[in-house]
C-alpha cells in the first residue's frame, strides 16, 4: 500500500504566494458587484450609532501618502465598529473651495487670473474640483476604504453651501460678525489674506539694519549733552519702516545714552555690549542712565519720512535681541496694532495687495516691498541714519499654497470675534469634556487658542462661497443684513452659491432696502467670499443636516496633529457659538509621513513615494499593515525598508490562513463540530489562548491602538500557532483517521482559531480577510463577507484553574527541556530532541501535572520517549536541574528507535518493521472501507 494516499494532507485552494494588486482588484469587484457596504448598513439598522466626521481633503490632485495614511486609519476604525456590532457609516467628503483648487485651475487652464471673468473661473474650478474628487475616490476605494462612495459630500454641494451661509447669518445675528481693519496674514503672490492654518513656518534669509530715529526736543535727561541724539532701532524686516507709526521701549528696563562717533544713541543698557559686538564698535561713551518710562514724553523724527513719532511705553519689548527700542508700524503686525489701539496710533498700510509700496512710503512708492528694502538701506546709509545692516536666516512665515514669503497687512476683513459671547473660554472649557488621543492635544489646542486673534474669514479669491455683504455706494459702508442673508441661502440651496456672481443684487436685497448709516439707496454687492477652513469647519453641521446616519455631537474625528490650529479650531468655534458644546465627543490625531531621512515627504523635494504606486506593486494590503503597525501617534516612515518589513509580516499571517485552510478543507461545523467536553487538552488550549488573544486585541482596539493589535496577532501567528499549535497537532490532522475525534476536535479548533483571526485582521489586511473569508464555504454560509459577521467578546470557559495551571508547568517544562536540547545538540551529544529520550525525576505539583496527561505532554515535547519518574530525595545521575521548580530535574539523551513508514516519527518498535500501531489501526480502517 502506499502510505503517502492515506494521509489527509492539506487541501488549501488559498495560494501562499499571490499576486496581491490582482487579488485585491477581484475583492474589489466583488465588494461592488454585491454592493456589500450597503448591505453592511442595511443590516445595521436599529443598531448603537458610531459616527466618524471624515475632515475633507482637498480637491488638487491625486491622493498622497499623508491623505492615504488618514483614510487608512480612519478605515481601520470604521471597519472594527461595524464588526462589533454598531451602525457605522463613513461619509467621505471633499473640501472643494479653496486656493489649492483655485492655483491648481489656474495653472493647468493657463489662465490669465486678470482677465478672466470670476463665473468663468469658477466654472473651470468646479470642473476640477470634480475631476479630482472622482480621481481621488477611485484612489481611495483602491487602497480599500470602506465608505459610502456613491453618497459623498461636497463643500461645493449646493446643500452645503446654504448651511454654511445659515450659519454665517446666524452668527451675524448673534453679533460674532464684524467688519475691521486689523493685520492679517497676506500672500502678495495670492493676493488674499490667509488663516493661522495656512502658515508655514521656513527658513529665510532676512535682513536687520541698527536705524536711529532722531529726538525731535533736548534730551532733558541728559541736559548737558549738546550733541545730536537719536533712539537707536533694531528691525528685522527694514521695509516695514515705511509704515512706522511710533517707538516703543520697555518702561521697566534701564535705558542708557552713549556717545558714539560724536553724537548720542540710546539703547537698553542690558543690550549695550550685544548693540557693540553687532556694529563693531570699540570706542564709545556712557553719557548717562534713565529708566525706560523717562522717554515716553519725547517723539522723534521718522528716518525717511516726513512725520513725527511717539516714543510710547511697551511692556512687551523684550531684552534678548536688538536694541531694546522697536519702531511700531500698526498696519504691518499684530502686537503693533494693538499698540496703536492703546495709544491711539495711526494705522498705516503703505503696502497694496500686490506687495507694491504707495504714498506712505514715500521715497519708495511703486516698488514692490521685497526689492524696496535694498533702496531704503542704501538711502539711510547715505543720510546718516544707519548704523549697521546685514543678512541672518531667520525662521519665517510662509503661504501653505505658493510656498512664498507672507507679510503682515492690516486690510478691511470679516472677522469672527473670539472673545464675543465668552466664546473663547467656552470653547477652552469645551476643550476638557472632549476626550484626546494623544492626551496632549488638550494642552496643545487649548495654548492655541489662549492666544489666537479674532478669526479672519474673509477671503480675496474667487473659488469658494461668496460673502453676501452688500457696500453703500455713497458712504462706502459694508452691510451685513440678516434678510440678505436669508434671501441668497434660500436661492443658493436650489442654484449653488455661483448666482452671487451671475445676478443682479436686486435679487438677493428686499424691496425698498436702503442703507442703514445713511439711508441710501444705491447698494452694490461686495465679492470676497469665506475662509476655506470655515466652510470645512462646519462639515459637522452641514453634513448632519443634510444626512440623516450623521448627528452632532460626531463621536470620533481622527486627522493630522497639525489641525490644532487648524480644522479643530474651526470646527470647535462655531460649534460652540451655535449650541454651546463641541461637535466632537473625541479627537485623535496622527503625525506625518516620513522618508528615510525623517523628512516629511513632499514632491517638491523629491523624497515623495507614490502610494497608488506602492498599491500596483505590493498590494494595498501592504501598505495598510504598515499604517496599523506604526505608532500614528508619533510620525511614521514609509520606506522601501519599512514596506519590505511588512510585506514579511503579512506573509505570516498569509501563511497562517493558509496552513488552517488547508486542514479544515472537509471540515465542516454544522456535522463535524466537536463540543468543549469532548474536545482534546491541546485544542481546548488553543481556544483558551485565542480568546486571550481576543480580548486584548478588542481592548487595544477601543483605545485605538492598532500597532499593539497587530503585535499580538503577530506573536499569536509565529509563537503560539506556527511554532507550537501547528507543530504538535500535525500529527493528528496528517496520520490521524479523517473522521476520528482527534481531528475532528483540532479542526473545530482551528475554525474558530481562523475565524476570530480572520474578522479581526479585516480592519487592517482588509482585501486579504476576504479572500479567506471566501475562501472556506461554511464561513460565507453564515455571512456573505466578512464585514457582514460580528465580534463579541469572548465568553467560554475553556479550561478551569487546575488545567491552567497544568498547562503552565507544561509550557514552561517544554521551554527548558527545549533550551537544554539544543545545548546538547550543538555539542554534539544528542541528534535532536526528535530523536531523543527525555526522563523528568520531579515530585509534587510538576509530578502530579505530569501524571495528568503524559502522552499530551510527550507530543508537547516532540520526543519519541518521555519517561516521567518520581524523585527520590536525591540527584540523578547526569541530570540538569530545572531553573523553575525545586525537586525536578532532565536527562536527555539519544534515543535509536525505528521510524514509521507512514508518519516518520521514532518509536521502540514497529509492527512487521514499518508502521507504528496508531498508523496501523488508520491503514487497516481505511483498508475495510474500501473494500
Known amino acids: 500500500m502506499e502510505y503517502k494516499n492515506t494521509l489527509n494532507l492539506p487541501q488549501a485552494s488559498f495560494p501562499m504566494r499571490v499576486n496581491l494588486p490582482e487579488m485585491e482588484g477581484k475583492i474589489l469587484d466583488f465588494w461592488q458587484k454585491e454592493q456589500i457596504y450597503k448591505k453592511v448598513r442595511s443590516a445595521s439598522n436599529g443598531k448603537t450609532k458610531f459616527t466618524l466626521l471624515d475632515g475633507p481633503p482637498y480637491t488638487n490632485g491625486p491622493i498622497h501618502m499623508g491623505q492615504t495614511f488618514n483614510k487608512i486609519l480612519k478605515d481601520i476604525i470604521v471597519r472594527y465598529k461595524t464588526l462589533r456590532g454598531f451602525s457605522a457609516p463613513f461619509i467621505p467628503g471633499w473640501d472643494a473651495h479653496g486656493l489649492p483648487t483655485e492655483i491648481l485651475t489656474i495653472k493647468s487652464h493657463k489662465l490669465d487670473r486678470k482677465n478672466t471673468t470670476s463665473t468663468q473661473l469658477r466654472q473651470k474650478c468646479a470642473e476640477t474640483a470634480f475631476h479630482y474628487a472622482e480621481i481621488q475616490k477611485e484612489q481611495f476605494k483602491r487602497i480599500g476604504v470602506f465608505a459610502d462612495w456613491e453618497n459623498p459630500y461636497m463643500t461645493l454641494d449646493p446643500g452645503y453651501e446654504s448651511e454654511v451661509i445659515r450659519i454665517f447669518g446666524k452668527l451675524a445675528d448673534e453679533n460674532y460678525i464684524y467688519r475691521g481693519l486689523k493685520p492679517v496674514y497676506w500672500c502678495t503672490d495670492c493676493e488674499t489674506a490667509l488663516a493661522e492654518a495656512e502658515i508655514e513656518y521656513r527658513n529665510k534669509k532676512s535682513a536687520f539694519a541698527f536705524v536711529k530715529f532722531q529726538l525731535k526736543n533736548s534730551l532733558k535727561l541728559a541736559s548737558d549733552f549738546m550733541k545730536p541724539v537719536s533712539l537707536l532701532v533694531w528691525t528685522s524686516a527694514p521695509w516695514t519702516l515705511s509704515g512706522s507709526a511710533a517707538v516703543a521701549v520697555n518702561p521697566d528696563e534701564i535705558y542708557c545714552l552713549a556717545e558714539i562717533n560724536g553724537e548720542g544713541l540710546i539703547m537698553a543698557d542690558p543690550l549695550l555690549d550685544y548693540v557693540m559686538e553687532q556694529c563693531s564698535?570699540?570706542?564709545?561713551?556712557?553719557?548717562?542712565?534713565?529708566?525706560?518710562?523717562?522717554?515716553?514724553?519725547?517723539?522723534?523724527?521718522h528716518p525717511f519720512a516726513d512725520r513725527e513719532l511717539q516714543i510710547i511705553a511697551g511692556e512687551y519689548v523684550r531684552m534678548d535681541q536688538g536694541t531694546g527700542c522697536v519702531q511700531i508700524a500698526p498696519g504691518l503686525g499684530r502686537e503693533d496694532y494693538e499698540a496703536a489701539v492703546k495709544y491711539n496710533l495711526p494705522v498705516k498700510v503703505p503696502v497694496n495687495e500686490y506687495g507694491i509700496l504707495f504714498d506712505d512710503a514715500c521715497l519708495f512708492k511703486g516698488m514692490h516691498y521685497s526689492s524696496a528694502e535694498g533702496a531704503m538701506l542704501e538711502y539711510l546709509k547715505k543720510n546718516g541714519k544707519l548704523l549697521k545692516s546685514g543678512d541672518f536666516e531667520n525662521s519665517h512665515a510662509h503661504c501653505w499654497r505658493c510656498r512664498k514669503p507672507v507679510i503682515s497687512r492690516a486690510a478691511s476683513q470679516w472677522f469672527i470675534a473670539v472673545d464675543i459671547n465668552n466664546l473663547r473660554a467656552q470653547a477652552m472649557e469645551q476643550v476638557e469634556v472632549v476626550k484626546w488621543q494623544p492626551y496632549w492635544g488638550a494642552d496643545r489646542i487649548s495654548n492655541m487658542l489662549r492666544e489666537r486673534p479674532d478669526w479672519c474669514i474673509s477671503r480675496q479669491r474667487v473659488w469658494g462661497i461668496p460673502i453676501p455683504a452688500v457696500k453703500c455706494m455713497d458712504c462706502g459702508r459694508?452691510?451685513?443684513?440678516?434678510?440678505?442673508?436669508e434671501q441668497f441661502r434660500k436661492i443658493t440651496a436650489v442654484e449653488g452659491s455661483g448666482v452671487w456672481f451671475d445676478s443682479d443684487v436686486k435679487r438677493f436685497i428686499p424691496d425698498g432696502f436702503t442703507c442703514p448709516y445713511c439711508d441710501s439707496t444705491d447698494i452694490e454687492k461686495t465679492y470676497e467670499i469665506f475662509d476655506v477652513w470655515f466652510e470645512s469647519g462646519l462639515a459637522a453641521e452641514a453634513v448632519s443636516k443634510i444626512r440623516s446616519d450623521i448627528s452632532i455631537p460626531v463621536d470620533l474625528c481622527v486627522e493630522g496633529s497639525d489641525q490644532h490650529r487648524g480644522w479643530f479650531q474651526s470646527s470647535l468655534l462655531p460649534s460652540v457659538a451655535l449650541r454651546g458644546k463641541a461637535p466632537f465627543r473625541e479627537v485623535l490625531t496622527h503625525g506625518w509621513v516620513l522618508d528615510e531621512e525623517g523628512k516629511s515627504m513632499h514632491k517638491s523635494l523629491g523624497n515623495y513615494i507614490d502610494p497608488i504606486e506602492v498599491v500596483s506593486e505590493r498590494g494595498a494590503d501592504i501598505l495598510r499593515l504598515l499604517i496599523a503597525s506604526s505608532d500614528y501617534a508619533s510620525d511614521i516612515s514609509v520606506t522601501e525598508e519599512s514596506l519590505e518589513q511588512s510585506q514579511e509580516a503579512y506573509r505570516k499571517f498569509r501563511n497562517t490562513a493558509r496552513f488552517i485552510l488547508g486542514n479544515i478543507e472537509d471540515f465542516d461545523p454544522e456535522s463535524d463540530y466537536i463540543e468543549t467536553g469532548k474536545m482534546a487538552p491541546q485544542d481546548r488550549w488553543l481556544l483558551y489562548r485565542k480568546d486571550r488573544?481576543?480580548?486584548?486585541?478588542?481592548?487595544?482596539?477601543?483605545?485605538y491602538q492598532f500597532h499593539k493589535v497587530v503585535r499580538i496577532l503577530h506573536n499569536f501567528c509565529v509563537?503560539?500557532?506556527?511554532?507550537?499549535?501547528?507543530?504538535?497537532s500535525k500529527s493528528i490532522l496528517y496520520y490521524h483517521s479523517k473522521d476520528s475525534v482527534e481531528r475532528r476536535s483540532s479542526q473545530t479548533a482551528l475554525y474558530e482559531t481562523l475565524k476570530s483571526l480572520t474578522c479581526i485582521l479585516a480592519p487592517f489586511i482588509?482585501?486579504?480577510?476576504?479572500?479567506?473569508?471566501?475562501?472556506?464555504?461554511?464561513?460565507?454560509?453564515e455571512a456573505q463577507s466578512v464585514m457582514l459577521s460580528f465580534v463579541s467578546v469572548p465568553e467560554t470557559v475553556w479550561m478551569d484553574e487546575t488545567e491552567e495551571s497544568?498547562?503552565?508547568?507544561?509550557?514552561?517544562?517544554?521551554?527548558?527541556?527545549?533550551?537544554?536540547?539544543?545545548?546538547?545538540?550543538?555539542?554534539?551529544?544528542?541528534?535532536?530532541?526528535s530523536e531523543a529520550r527525555v526522563s523528568i525525576h520531579t515530585a509534587g505539583n510538576v509530578l502530579s501535572a505530569l501524571g495528568w496527561n503524559i502522552e499530551l505532554f510527550r507530543r508537547i515535547i516532540g520526543a519519541p520517549v518521555v519517561e516521567i519518574h518520581e524523585w527520590k530525595e536525591r540527584e540523578p545521575k547526569n541530570a540538569l536541574p530545572s531553573a523553575s521548580y525545586p525537586r525536578t530535574f532532565f536527562i536527555i539523551d539519544n534515543f535509536k528507535g525505528e521510524k514509521c513508514k507512514r508518519c516518520r516519527s521514532l518509536f521502540p518498535d514497529l509492527l512487521e518493521g514499518e508502521i507504528c500501531l496508531s498508523c496501523n489501526e488508520v491503514v487497516n480502517r481505511i483498508s475495510a472501507e474500501d473494500s
Open 281 to 301: 564698535i570699540e570706542d564709545y561713551n556712557i553719557v548717562s542712565s534713565f529708566k525706560g518710562s523717562e522717554l515716553a514724553s519725547y517723539t522723534v523724527t
Open 478 to 485: 459694508e452691510i451685513l443684513d440678516s434678510h440678505i442673508i
Open 693 to 703: 488573544i481576543v480580548k486584548d486585541c478588542l481592548e487595544h482596539f477601543e483605545n
Open 719 to 728: 509563537q503560539d500557532l506556527s511554532r507550537f499549535y501547528f507543530v504538535i
Open 766 to 781: 482588509s482585501f486579504t480577510a476576504e479572500e479567506i473569508w471566501q475562501s472556506y464555504r461554511p464561513f460565507t454560509r
Open 806 to 833: 497544568r498547562w503552565e508547568i507544561f509550557l514552561e517544562l517544554r521551554r527548558q527541556i527545549f533550551e537544554e536540547a539544543e545545548k546538547l545538540r550543538k555539542s554534539g551529544k544528542i541528534s535532536g530532541i
